[in-house]
C-alpha cells in the first residue's frame, strides 16, 4: 500500500467498523477516523457505551430490526443507538427511531436497564406508537449499508406470540419482555446486569 492512500484506507476501515457496531456513535467514530487503527480496540472496548432502546407494541406486534450479514446471518434486535453526545437517553431514543424506522413515538417510561461489565449501559424504554409506517430513513448509516450491501437493515412489526422463537437481541431483555407480556408488566425498572458468563436480574424501584 502506497503511503499517501493508507490515511484514507485506514479511516474507511476504521468507519466500517464503527457502523457496524451497533452501539457507537458518530462522536466516538470521527474520533476513532483521525487516530490509529489500534487505537480502535482499546478505545470501543474501555470507554462506556450508552444506548437507548425502543421497545414498541401496538395492535399485539412488537417492532423490531430485522439485520442480516456474512458474518451472524439473520437475526433481530430491539431499535435503538448510541446516545449521543448532549442527548438525553428519551431523546436518543425518538431520534434513533425516527432514523431507523421513520416512525413517531412517544416515551411512556424506564422498562429495563441492561448493565455490561465495562460500564455500558443500555436503556429500553417502553413506547407508544404514535404513527408512521417502518422503513429505513434515507441518508443514514443504515441505509448506506443496505445500498452498499454490506449489511441489510429492515425495520418490522412481529406478532408478539413469535418472540420467544426469535433471534432477537439482546437475550435478556427479550427473555424479559417475553416474561412480562405473559405475567404483566412491572411498576418497577428491571436491572440486568451482564457478566461474561451470566446475567444476574435485580428489581429496583424507579
Known amino acids: 500500500m502506497e503511503d499517501q492512500h493508507r490515511p484514507l484506507v485506514l479511516r474507511a476501515k476504521i468507519l466500517r467498523y464503527c457502523n457496524y457496531d451497533n452501539h457507537s456513535n458518530p462522536y466516538r467514530c470521527r474520533y476513532l477516523a483521525s487516530t490509529q487503527i489500534h487505537q480502535v480496540v482499546w478505545y470501543t472496548h474501555n470507554m ?34 448510541g446516545v449521543e453526545q448532549g442527548e438525553t437517553n428519551e431523546q436518543a431514543t425518538i431520534r434513533e427511531i425516527d432514523e431507523e424506522a421513520s416512525i413517531e413515538i412517544k416515551i411512556d417510561r424506564l422498562l429495563y436497564e441492561l448493565h455490561h461489565g465495562n460500564g455500558d449501559i443500555h436503556y429500553f424504554f417502553l413506547c407508544t406508537y404514535v ?20 449489511e441489510f437493515h429492515k425495520p418490522e412489526w412481529v406478532d408478539l406470540d413469535t418472540i420467544e422463537n426469535l433471534v432477537l437481541y439482546p437475550k435478556e431483555a427479550t427473555d424479559q419482555l417475553v416474561i412480562d407480556l405473559r405475567e404483566g408488566f412491572s411498576d418497577e425498572t428491571i436491572i440486568m446486569e451482564r457478566s461474561l458468563t451470566t446475567a444476574q436480574i435485580q428489581r429496583v424501584k424507579i
Open 48 to 81: 462506556p457505551r450508552n444506548r437507548a432502546v425502543a421497545v414498541v407494541i401496538h395492535e399485539n406486534k412488537l417492532l423490531v430490526m430485522y439485520r442480516k450479514n456474512n458474518k451472524d446471518g439473520e437475526f433481530y434486535v430491539f431499535p435503538g443507538g
Open 131 to 150: 404513527g408512521g409506517t417502518p422503513a429505513i430513513r434515507i441518508g443514514t448509516n443504515e441505509h448506506a449499508e443496505n445500498i452498499a450491501g454490506e
